[in-house]
Structure formats: C-alpha cells, structure tokens
C-alpha cells in the first residue's frame, strides 16, 4: 500500500514547520496572502528540499484577518488573479532554490467550497491548468474539486483527513463544532489505517462513509500537529505502508529515524 502524507505548512511562522517536516512526504506551502510571507515561504521550502519533501502551493483567499477561512464570492477574473499571483509567487520562490513545484492545493473556505460548488471548482481547475497543466490538483475525496480536475484534463490527488471530523455526507465537520479537530494523536492515527486500508471513516454521527484517498493530510496549525504527524506515521509505517509523494515512483522513502535532520527536531 502506498499513500501521501501531506501537512499545510508556512502559515506560522517560528519553528513550526521544522518539527513537522521530517515526518511528511508533501508540504502545501502557504502562498503568502491568507498567510505567510516570503522569508516564510523561502524557509519552508528550503526545509522541504533539505528533507526530499514534494512542495506544492497553497493558496488561500486575501483574508489574513481571518486565516483565509471565510467564504467569499469573487469573479471568475478576480479568482485568477488571486491563484495566477499567489502561483507565480510560488513557482518562482521554488526555481530559486532548485525545487520543482508539484502540486495545488486550495486553503481553508476555498478548498470547502470547491468541494461542493460545481461552477468555483471549475473556474479553480481551469486556472491551474492555465498556468501549469503537469500540477497535480489535491481536492477532498469525492468531491467536485476532484471532478472538476478530472474534467479539465488535471492529474488529481483524492484527500481525506487524519485530524478531522467529518459529516455524514463526507463533508469536513465545521472547525465551530466541539469535536471537529481530533486533538488526540493516537486518534488521527486510527483514522489514518482505516481511511487508507479500510476505504472509509465514521461520521460523527456513528455512520460510515466511503473515502478513497490518494493523500492523506494532517493540519499543521493543529496544535497537536507533531505528536499527531509522528503517530500517523509510526501507525503506517508499522502496517507495512509506503510513504511517498503522490505520483512518484513506487518505492519506498526514507523513515522518519533516516530524515536530514530528525534528530534536531
């Protein structure tokens, strides 16, 4: 079995990120406009190559105040203008340091409405593909974002989620809910070896939904996000699971006691 482990990283800024990155395999790199900034992104970058880490774009709506989780409606312009800046910022911070850009993945209100709304979906699709088609597209599994990648001719990634709550329509639980982010590594590490080998998660409501996932991610401002990386690696690892970047050769990657640098963290 092979799977992705992916984490959204540049938004905190410290040290953060250099605990988490030896137990990942792709980094979502904060594009500098819900968060982050340059000296941010160039750092975790450059963390990411030192760990042989994939490093996608992470890109987000002009919404620090709010972390860019507030829903907003903006034009089909006004949506390229946001992805194009926030891709082009990234690619370039990327061919900088010798690192290819493999993969987008939207942030927060954006990625959630993606997932449902056919006509965003489609605008985001068509943008990535505009600006570079070989990107692989990280969308919620089962979702239009995933459709709407398929439809224009984007690689796609399916995502489920280690660290969340999820609605019995296979939804993400609202973060507002009580519940909604697994504060319990060893949780996120059950849901981890039932989303991958068992193909599906219980709801908080006690039902079952069917997820296929390509990727799976755990949130790196959860505040337990090292000790909950850390258990969903070991958990996988432990099952025999093959932790690489999505699309990448069939092989398996370093563990977490041969990363660069694991023994700093």
Not at 3 to 12: H, Q
């Amino acid at each position: 079995m092979n799977i992705d482990l992916n984490c959204d990283m540049g938004e905190l800024g410290g040290d953060i990120d250099a605990t988490l990155m030896p137990y990942i395999t792709s980094a979502n790199v904060a594009c500098g406009v819900h968060a982050g900034d340059s000296g941010t992104m160039a750092r975790t970058i450059a963390l990411a190559k030192a760990h042989g880490v994939a490093v996608g774009a992470h890109p987000g709506y002009d919404d620090r105040a709010n972390f860019g989780r507030r829903e907003m409606q903006l034009t089909p312009d006004a949506m390229a203008n946001l992805l194009l800046y926030q891709l082009g910022a990234i690619r370039a911070m990327c061919e900088a340091q010798g690192v290819a850009l493999t993969h987008v993945k939207p942030h927060g209100a954006m990625y959630n409405q993606a997932a449902r709304d056919e006509a965003l979906a489609a605008t985001i699709a068509h943008i990535i593909r505009r600006f570079d088609s070989r990107l692989v597209l990280f969308g919620l599994a089962g979702s239009a974002m995933l459709a709407a990648g398929q439809a224009a001719g984007l690689q796609v990634a399916s995502e489920a989620f280690a660290d969340r709550a999820y609605e019995a329509d296979g939804s993400l639980q609202p973060r507002t809910m009580p519940g909604a982010i697994h504060s319990d590594p060893q949780i996120a590490a059950r849901q981890a070896l039932q989303i991958v080998y068992d193909r599906y998660i219980i709801a908080h409501d006690g039902s079952r939904v069917a997820v296929q996932a390509d990727t799976l991610c755990v949130h790196g401002d959860n505040p337990n996000a090292a000790a909950a990386l850390a258990a969903v690696r070991a958990a996988l690892e432990a099952a025999g699971t093959h932790l690489q970047p999505f699309g990448m050769p069939t092989t398996p990657i370093r563990s977490v006691s041969q990363s660069p640098g694991a023994d700093a963290t």
